[in-house]
């Protein structure tokens, strides 16, 4: 089979993950309690869809059963500044590359050059170093250290579609209550429904409950651009899975127990464990660039807890392949249908995989 053939044959359209989102529906502001939430159950095992309230969450977990949560927080990543020759920019950090550079995308009227000095704050001095594609490499010219300039004078990164001033309840909201890796520019917002009362009762009915990390870069926002998906370049984001998540998925795969992925973030960085380990989940740390589509095949977890995405977006195609492309955009419809709240401040999605 020729290279053409190949090609045709994995081909997937942009417009089949497109669908009709009524701006209404996409959530500007937390719901009043954290598990206050609506739950959208899919079981792609028999394709069946069931309404529910996220503090129902307990009733879909057995004693045995293993999730998996992205402990990443969420840091200060944006500020505004100006140019050397005066013009206003807005810089987006989406990586830390060391205590005093970062990569960041930067608004600007015009693009910058080499050596270009800024002022960020009002008091940061940074200077450009150069650019990966559409972000800038900075150093921050200062004795302090990246993260304290931040924290300090930096700003609550809400997504795009939340285009509003950031409020003291972001502050909290904006960040999982078990969140303790700094390093991310946007929550892995599936753990935003969970408080500390749920995560105990779900410890105590035997439930365990494991971490790893993928710091969320600014690329989860980044649309597709391309008509064929399997031409979209994914962002590299820094991942962890470490060895005690390992064992405790292998124990709970032998012994008759499910892994529940909390978050797309949480299955990437799974999937990027077991794809370093020839399909076989190992103790992993590193940048991942993995794009799961349709076709893809799922190694580690059964089970997947989501917010409901945006059309066209990756994160759409990757409950895509873990749910069934038409078992997703049946209960997407039905989501419309029913108002749930979409994205970050939304609803939550429980999917089976589909076998």
Known sequence: MNVLSVRKM???KIQDYDFSLPPELIAQF??????GGRMLYLNGRNDSLHDAMFADLPQYLQSGDVMVFNDTRVIKARLFGIKDSGGKIEVMVERIIDEHSVLALIRA???????????LAGIISATVLGREHDFYILRFDHKDTVFKLLEQYGNLPLPPYIPREVTQEDEVRYQ????????????????????????SKIREMGVVITYVTLHVGAGT????KVKNIIDHKMHKEIFHVPE??????????????????????????LESAARAGDGKLI???GNTD??????????VAERLLTNFHLPCSTLLMLVSAFGGRENIGRAYQHAVDKCYRFLSYGDAMLIEKKI
């Open 176 to 199: 999982t209550v078990y969140a303790r890796e700094c390093g991310a520019v946007a929550a892995p917002t599936a753990g935003l429904h969970f408080d500390e009362l749920m995560l």
């Open 30 to 35: 937390p719901i009043g309690k954290r598990t």
């Open 10 to 12: 994995y081909e997937m």
């Open 244 to 269: 005690e998540t390992v064992k405790a998925i292998q124990l709970a795969k032998t012994s008759g127990g499910r892994v529940l992925a909390v978050g797309t973030t949480s299955l990437r960085a």
């Open 109 to 119: 009227s015009h693009p910058l050059r080499k050596s270009s000095r800024l002022i």
């Open 290 to 299: 993995i794009f799961i589509t349709p076709g893809y095949r799922l190694h």
């Open 221 to 224: 926002f980044q649309p597709v």
């Open 283 to 285: 103790p992993c740390s």
